[in-house]
């Protein structure tokens, strides 16, 4: 489903919600456009979570893991893009956290099956227009619960 | 006189150096593999563990030999310990404890922010009090020390790395890998003409380049919108002014209210012309007592000697692990 985000607040917002819906062994995988605000939305998942430190792009160092209730994993496979490298994320992708995998297309061979998909598309200014899709029961009631 | 051996593979690269007396590079060793990267267009990370395992004995056993010692003639093992990608950094911190282990040596945990800082020691002398500005692909960080060993991070960045956005913005304006080079370059032929978005974080000395990214980005489109054509070296050019004025501003305001000796460039960034270009004409002529310190390109880029220094000086303080000491990819710099 189609969802129209008009400012950075609204996308503040609509993280950490789905931050404070949060369950272990989630995964989300966030793509669409460069600086469409992938990781403004990190931020807010974790303050939703109870996450106190900063999250900061995890481009460089591919994965980034954040210490809450439950632990975040902030994946980034942009640099992963046309390789394929045994990173050992299928340990962490079912693992006791949430995982939230931006440029999730790059690597979508080792995605599960269930997860929520969410693209991010630049409009004008701060407008948004998310694209959400559930596969899975669980994902299709937390959508539900989010909007 | 020390003898440090240093392992670092904190992301890319698996890299070994032997480093004497503090500062004299004996051996540096890094098994990168950058023309790959090229022939991809974007970089192609050997972030794999499987990749680090299948490099670190070649490299260690390659830095030795360079070095012309044996594991006995050293005198302590450093390791990065932190931050990184966990697998990577497991590869490094087991191939120290072992080599440690076996060959009764301390191990010195080393942070790797705190090596780039130290990489400036294999041009220079330090002296304390200094700030430091590190710049590079993954991190972009204001740090007071106030001594030897002792490191105060008085600004990060919230968002993207200051490399990172560079990179990005290089891959929209259809630059090669890596994108900071080409736009460096770029900017040369251009004018700062067009005013882009400098966000401000909550913390005056914190960074933040998500926004100036978006910022071109959104430019790039209202250009396209409004059927109207740029000049990319100018689009380069006003992107590179503004994002290290966000450098400039910071340490600035930094150098103002600190009596800091010397001020320290230090990471992959602190090769920008831009960058080198501001520091020594604005802050070096505006603080005349403060030395500026602009170190060479073969001292900014990840390497295991940054790691051997900052260990060597570690090593001097006393800092020691045990065998149970583990990789710590959010490690902190401070404590």
New interface residues.
Partial sequence: MKKVIHSKKDTELLGRKLGELSFKGMCITLNG?????K??LT?SIGKGMGID??I??P????????KGNIPLYHIDAY?????D????FEEILQGEGVCVIEWGEFIKDILPEERLDISIY?QK?EERIFDINAYGERYESLLEKLL | MSKILAIESSCDETAAAVIEDEHIVLANVVATQIDVHKEYGGVIPEIASRIHIENISMVINECLKKANLKMEDIDAVAFTQGPGLIGSLHVGVQAAKTLAWAFKKPLVPVHHIAGHIYANRLVSELHFPLLALVVSGGHTELIYMKDEWSFEVLGTTQDDAIGEAFDKVGRVLGLPYPGGVYIDKLSKQGKNIYKLPKPKPEKELDFSFSGLKSGVLQFIKRMERQNETFKPEDLACSFQETAISCLLERADKALASLKVKQFVLAGGVAANSCLREHVTNDLQKKYPNVECLIPPLSCCTDNAAMIGVAGSVAYRHGVRAGFDVSADPGMDLES
């Fill in positions: 456009d460069l600086g469409a605000g990781t403004t931020k430190k900063t900061s792009s481009t460089f160092t591919i994965l980034k893991i954040y640099r992963m893009e046309g390789i490298q045994d990173l050992g630049i200014d």
